[in-house]
């Protein structure tokens, strides 16, 4: 199976299996959650560090994946050192497309087939449901073992429950009733990563301001 | 970073002298696996001398103890500096590893195992 970045797997687990669609409530944050997920991924990657005043990068080798590599230049070529949540904000602002950019690359890597859909004769959309469910099912799985196990979770697993928790994508493995009882933990394991701290404060504020999820953290 | 290696008892010490980020991080990542590979599973770490720890440098821990813990250990830290104490409470790590004022306290609470 592809390795799937932490991007790609926040866009499976947005997605609306039943129409191939990301689910509408979670649009407002749903390019924040992607570009939390390219900044994980390139910090996973030992591309970038970062501590309570900014995020930075340190080494500048392309990681051969071109929304990666993007962003890891326009950190590496800034000459002001930013925070965390301003590059989530900055990068994620007025990219309409980024949601559709996910969404074809993981159909072109199989794990998502193309429909074209035309309706009122001359209107055409395209969506995106999954080829098997496998790559969600996975992630799904290794979220409930992070919540469930109470043992010290794993870098990756750590920040994918930071991308879940602020797109309230929990919702998919958790009832009302069982993520207010999982929220301490939920909100004691998205702490222990910056950019994890940084999803949840830029997401917290959409949020804020237009309209509720089952957001924790 | 330097960093020195001393077991005793079951019990092995390092003591970081320098700056724990990306460039460094993996240097404790490796001291802490080969300790557990030699069959210790608890470890004091002196951080008395680190005057900078990022994200990365979490990381390492994050994965130390992970590992410890899945060997019946755990890990201690002692001798924060503040601004290094700053991070590891704004990211909560007092819940993964035991931290402490004093070699001898974390130590103390380390062979007692008691939870971080």
Known sequence: MRHLTLADEIVVLMLDDSVGELKPAVMPV?????????????????RL????????????????????????????????????????????R?????????????????ILRREDRRFLWFFSTRAYPPVSGQEEQEALARLTEVLFNNQTPAPRDTLLLGLAAATGALEKILS?????????????????????RAVSTVAGLIWDTQGPATIIA | ?????????GLATLTLDGRLDFATSRVLEKAAADILDGGTHR????????PYVSSAGLRAILVAAKAAQATGGGIAIHGLQPMVADVFITS??????ILAETGAEARDRLLAGKAA
């Open chain 1, 94 to 110: 007025n990219r309409a497309e980024l949601p559709e950019q996910i969404l074809e690359r993981l159909a072109t890597a199989g």
């Open chain 2, 43 to 50: 470890i004091l770490i002196d951080m008395a001398a680190v």
């Open chain 1, 30 to 46: 749903a390019n924040v959650a992607i570009m939390g997920g390219v900044l994980m991924e390139l910090s996973l990657m030992g």
């Open chain 2, 1 to 9: 970073m330097d960093i020195t290696s001393h077991i005793e008892a």
């Open chain 1, 176 to 196: 009302d009733h069982a993520m207010a009882q999982a929220a301490p933990r939920i909100a004691d394991i998205v702490r222990l990563e910056e950019i994890g």
């Open chain 2, 92 to 97: 909560g790590f007092g819940q993964i590893v």
């Open chain 1, 49 to 92: 560090d970062s501590d309570l005043q900014a995020l930075f990068a340190v080494d500048t080798t392309p990681t051969g994946d071109s929304l990666l590599d993007d962003v890891l230049s326009q950190i590496a070529t800034s000459t002001v050192p930013h925070p965390s949540t301003w590059w989530i904000e900055t990068l994620s």
